[in-house]
């Protein structure tokens, strides 16, 4: 009987330790598909977000997975994945009614194993627990240089808490998030730079070129004339453009 409850106890003990190591498994290949997405769309944030929301959905065994993503004093969606559905609005305040408001302005994890149950911390957040059904909430705020710049949202419909690895797998994905976020950033920063660079150029040639005209033409106007009305035309985008010389007082 010992050797058999022995044996029982050790066959269990190999049991879980393969489901921990598949699990592991899983949220690295998840954590190294997202990477891969980062490093496929250096200057595209949009492709990131999604492949993170489609693997926290699936990881985490959430109902829908939101990404949220702060200018000033409101949170804008930019991706929502899942069948709870959405207030029919693609923006909320950052306000603490709501668990995603407090999450950002307390920059920490919020956790809330049933809304209906959290009604006076969070009265906007169980408004909606209302209204769409979902009960367990957990939201992870996108920390950068000790701000939130947006969060994800994962929901249930029933009370069934997040276990602690998978809200520290979405505490990863919220990192790379964050990574994904300012590269783009750094990119765009950087087209941005080098677009100026490249009027400012543009612009100088334009100049020389038209005193170059000047040079060449100092007792003839209509080539001057020609050489700005062309130049401006082109650096300004414009249709056409037009010179005008007044000639008397009317």
Known sequence: AVIAIEN??????VQARTSELAVSLEHQTATSDVLGAIARSPNDLQ???ETLAETAQRLCESYD???FLRKGEWLHLRVLRGPVGSENQDTFPVARGYVMGSAILDCR???VPDLRAAQREFPDGYASSVGLGHRTILAVPLMRRGD??????LRRFEVKPFSDGQIALLKNFADQAVIAIENTRLFEAEQARTREVEEA???QTATAAILRVIASSPSDLT???SAVAQNAARLCDAFDAL????????
């Not at 029982?8 to 003990?13: D, S």
């Not at 939130?148 to 949202?153: C, L, P, Q, R």
């Not at 010179?243 to 009317?250: A, P, R």
């Open 47 to 49: 492709p990131v977000l």
């Open 148 to 153: 939130a710049i947006g969060v994800i949202v």
């Open 223 to 225: 080539p001057v004339l």
């Open 201 to 203: 150029l543009e612009t």
């Open 109 to 111: 994890v919020i956790h």
């Open 243 to 250: 010179v005008l010389l007044l000639q008397g007082k009317e």
């Open 8 to 13: 029982a106890r050790l066959f269990e003990e």
């Open 65 to 67: 997975v939101t990404v």
